[in-house]
T-cell receptor, first 114, second 118 residues
Framework: AQSVTQPDIHITVSEGASLELRCNYS??????LFWYVQSPGQGLQLLLK??????LVQGIKGFEAEFKRSQSSFNLRKPSVHWSDAAEYFC????????????FGPGTRLSVLP | GAVVSQHPSRVICKSGTSVKIECRSL??????MFWYRQFPKKSLMLMAT?????????EQGVEKDKFLINHASLTLSTLTVTSAHPEDSSFYIC??????????????FGEGSRLTVL
């Protein structure tokens, strides 16, 4: 079974600073990997996903993530954070069997200082 | 991208009543939908997998008689919280995977439904 850890529960950065949110997964094969963002009281929005190919994937809102198989990681990055990026971020891993659900990490809450 | 809609977005009910939450895929068909529960400042907990035309598959610890799931069509799944109590108050989110997605695996999420039981 797959599992996901997000070591940082809460991160605070200043607006304009760079950001990296960590995600580590456990899965017996090459997984599908996702990052979702959730604003307070809202559903989840997909930021980006990795299925195969280039290990550096670009997403919406200026986010990118890099899949590192050797480290079982899929860290999310953004070079310059905007105040509107304050939200909860979830990393998820999906098995490659159609119909199976994802496993979500515990989430990292991002606060942005003006 | 594909759109999943939940209704209602917020519902307040009295203890002992039943509440139905709808999850609709607006522009695709989904043989499988998923229902999650999210506690404050917590991650999503999978409650059950809703399968069109068959019984839902519940996760361990989730009461199937308490949380009734019906997936009557390829675009609609409903979650009914029966005899709701204050401890059922939570944020419920559904997701759906397009039937034709094949191995792409992407899930599309609804906006969530905030249930408050008085």
């Amino acid at each position: 079974a797959q599992s996901v850890t997000q070591p940082d529960i809460h991160i605070t950065v200043s607006e304009g600073a760079s950001l990296e949110l960590r995600c580590n997964y456990s899965y017996g094969a090459t997984p599908y990997l996702f990052w979702y963002v959730q604003s307070p009281g809202q559903g989840l929005q997909l930021l980006l996903k990795y299925f195969s190919g280039d290990t550096l994937v670009q997403g919406i809102k200026g986010f990118e993530a890099e899949f590192k198989r050797s480290q079982s990681s899929f860290n999310l990055r953004k070079p310059s954070v905007h105040w509107s990026d304050a939200a909860e971020y979830f990393c998820a891993v999906g098995a490659r069997n159609y119909g199976q659900n994802f496993v979500f990490g515990p989430g990292t809450r991002l606060s942005v200082l003006p | 991208g594909a759109v999943v809609s939940q209704h209602p977005s917020r519902v307040i009910c009295k203890s002992g009543t039943s509440v139905k939450i709808e999850c609709r895929s607006l522009d695709f068909q989904a043989t499988t939908m998923f229902w999650y529960r999210q506690f404050p400042k917590k991650s999503l907990m999978l409650m059950a997998t809703s399968n069109e035309g068959s019984k839902a598959t519940y996760e361990q610890g989730v009461e199937k008689d308490k949380f009734l799931i019906n997936h009557a069509s390829l675009t609609l799944s409903t979650l009914t919280v029966t005899s709701a109590h204050p401890e059922d108050s939570s944020f419920y989110i559904c997701s759906a995977r397009p039937q034709l997605a094949g191995v792409s695996g992407e899930l599309f999420f609804g906006e969530g439904s905030r249930l408050t039981v008085l």
